[in-house]
Every structure is written in C-alpha cells, then in structure tokens.
C-alpha cells in the first residue's frame, strides 16, 4: 500500500491506495486551531497513530516536496523556512510510526504523472480537486451552504495525487529492474 501525505502547517492530507489505486484510507488532520510547530506535529502523531490499523500495511510513504522557489506576492523565506521545519518534523513522524522513510515528489510531477493540467491562470487546488472527483468515483466531498468544497478536501486530493503518483513510480521502478 502507498500512503500520501499532502503536507502543509495548517492541514495535512493524507491518502492510503492499494497497488490497483483503490483508496483504503483518505482524510485530512486539521491544524488551524493549533498554536505552534510542535503542537502541530504532535496532533498530526496522533492523528497518524489513531489511523493505523494492523490491515494497513504501507509499502511507500511519499510526500509532496514543500515549494523551493519564491512566487512573487505569495510567498516569504520565512513562510518558506516554516513550511520546510515542518514537512521535517511530519516526515520524522511518518517514519517514527511506520519505519519507512518517506520518498518525495514534486507537486507539478505528481500531476503530471497523473496526467492533471493546470491552465494558466487556473488554481491548481481547484483543478486537482475537480480532476480527482471526476476520474475517482469513490471520493467525496461536503459542500459548504454556499456550495465550496469543505476546508481539508482539497488536501484529501492533493494526497491522493500523491499516492498516485508515488505508486505509478513504484510500478515504473520495479518494472524497470
């Protein structure tokens, strides 16, 4: 099995597919309301730990790469420095929990893998989003009264993608040798 992890400080998304790309697992850790990297990190450890069941026997754990260029009026180095901490300490997690070390992928790879175009000017979350509802019937999503996607389900399929893609590279690897 392959988790994904979609990576961020305010909420991680996290994705388990079996070998054929079916979803054993596909939620999200909520951290808005926490204070702090290490409170952070701690509520994303007992998120994962709760999330483990003796069936779930992960392969490959793949994480999306945090952002290593600035995009000019959306980023800081501080903000950049902050996410980089804690894709660490979430990856010192995985790895304490299951005993596997996290490969990565790159956001723009793993759509590309996935065969997700992103037009330009277009918000990749939201193309991500309505490429997984359209091409994975089983995932779902609740709607806010104004009709948006619910806080968290856009991580949910940006873990997806990543799972995704960590698993087609798995295939591409162990065909290869």
Request: with cysteine; charged share 25%.
């Amino acid at each position: 099995m392959f988790l994904g992890l979609d990576i961020s400080t305010s909420i991680v998304g996290v994705t388990c597919i079996n070998k054929n790309g079916d979803i054993i697992l596909c939620d999200h850790c909520d951290l808005r309301k926490k204070k702090g990297l290490f409170e952070k990190a701690e509520t994303l450890k007992k998120f994962l730990i709760a999330r483990k069941h003796p069936p779930l026997v992960v392969q490959e754990i793949w994480i999306e790469q945090p952002f290593t260029f600035f995009k000019s009026g959306r980023s800081s180095a501080k903000t950049m420095a902050t996410l980089q901490r804690f894709n660490g300490m979430a990856s010192l997690i995985v790895y304490n929990i299951f005993g596997i070390e996290p490969e990565y992928v790159g956001a723009n790879e793993a759509r590309k893998l996935n065969g997700i175009r992103i037009p330009r000017g277009a918000k990749a979350k939201e193309e991500v989003l309505k490429f997984v509802l359209d091409k994975v019937p089983e995932f779902d999503v609740e709607y806010t009264k104004y009709g948006n996607p619910k806080a968290g389900y856009s991580d949910r399929a940006d873990s997806l993608v990543v799972a995704m893609a960590g698993c087609g590279l798995w295939k591409q690897r162990n065909l290869e040798s």
